[in-house]
């Protein structure tokens, strides 16, 4: 819709995963690097944690690329454990067909025997990981359980929500909880690592200088999203529809602020205006305060940052 008269050859701002999109901020960088010294150094199993919207999926797509491993994902952890050992056979291109739990056992021990064999490293990435029941992770621990004499012969990374976390302090499940070497926690992006994605994105979807973020609209992003990159991509998105709908060039804090009441309106319906006023009002007097502070100022390390991107601030 907006992307023509933007100069956009496609939509910068979809929630649909697309590799080519991928930004790794300073926390994705050092939250991949976790995962791949885990690997590499075969420690068996590896925990990413995040909030909703964090980025764990762009982290582990990461992962997943790596040509180096032979890697599964398993992203629809609620199953039986006959299940999930077909699923897991069926990942790998094994038979996935046996009613019997021992015989897909015996499938993938052959398979990571002959993997092994050959120097390659094979990894199971779980997705969504906090809805496994205690009984499919105490399976993933015997799963674990196959190796050689000096070395593990399948890597699991369970990634997942806080609640991860808290299934595994259960007491059934400590001899799990005491395996897990490496663990890493995603945290939001910054403020200058913000504009930084908005800009990526922009950039890969092919911006020709037809639209720009003004500073008080990126501060109100980063303020409304937390640096959270699903909600940035939907506020972002929004923001250019409307400034597409009012012949805008400039997305400034005003179309910001219409963008987020209608996500809000949409989410929590009209019962909730008046809150949603409140709260609105907020977000304008805490960027006003921002914008009159020493960080929009020609000195503060953003405003350089952003005034030498251009297509994000004028």
């Not at 939509?11 to 994705?28: A, E, G, M, Q, V």
């Not at 950039?203 to 937390?226: M, Q």
């Not at 996500?263 to 304008?284: D, E, K, P």
């Amino acid at each position: 819709m907006y992307t023509k008269y933007f100069g956009f050859n496609e939509k910068p701002f979809t929630l649909t995963p697309n590799p080519r999109f991928i930004y790794l901020s300073k926390n994705h960088k050092e939250a991949l690097a976790h995962l791949l010294y885990g690997i590499n150094n075969h420690y068996g199993f590896i925990e990413l944690i995040g909030e909703v919207g964090t980025g764990k999926t762009t982290v582990l797509r990461t992962l997943l690329s790596q040509r180096n491993y032979r890697s599964a994902l398993i992203f629809n952890p609620c199953m039986t454990n006959i299940e999930l050992f077909r699923n897991i056979n069926h990942e790998f291109g094994l038979n996935s067909d046996s009613k019997y739990a021992n015989e897909l056992l015996d499938e993938l021990n052959g398979f990571l025997l002959r993997e092994n064999a050959r120097g390659l490293t094979v990894v199971l990435v779980i997705d969504e990981a906090q809805n496994l029941s205690p009984e499919i992770l105490e399976q993933l621990r015997l799963i674990s359980n196959l190796e050689t004499e000096d070395d593990k012969l399948i890597q699991i990374v369970l990634a997942g929500q806080p609640e991860l976390s808290a299934l595994l302090d259960l007491p059934e499940l400590r001899q799990l909880n005491q395996r897990i070497a490496v663990r890493y926690k995603l945290q939001s992006m910054s403020m200058d690592e913000t504009c930084t994605y908005i800009r990526h994105r922009m950039v890969v979807a092919g911006e020709t200088g037809g639209v720009y973020f003004s500073r008080s609209a990126l501060k109100l992003i980063h303020l409304y999203t937390r640096g959270l990159p699903r909600l940035i991509n939907i506020l972002c998105d929004r923001a250019l529809l409307i400034g597409y709908g009012d012949e805008k060039r400039c997305i400034s804090a005003v179309i910001t602020v219409r963008a987020i009441i209608e996500i809000l309106t949409v989410r929590q319906g009209r019962r909730y205006y008046l809150a949603l006023v409140s709260i609105i009002a907020t977000i304008i007097v805490c960027a006003t305060l921002f914008m009159t502070s020493s960080y929009f100022s020609n000195n503060g390390s953003a405003n350089q940052l952003n005034l030498k991107t251009p297509g994000i601030v004028k």
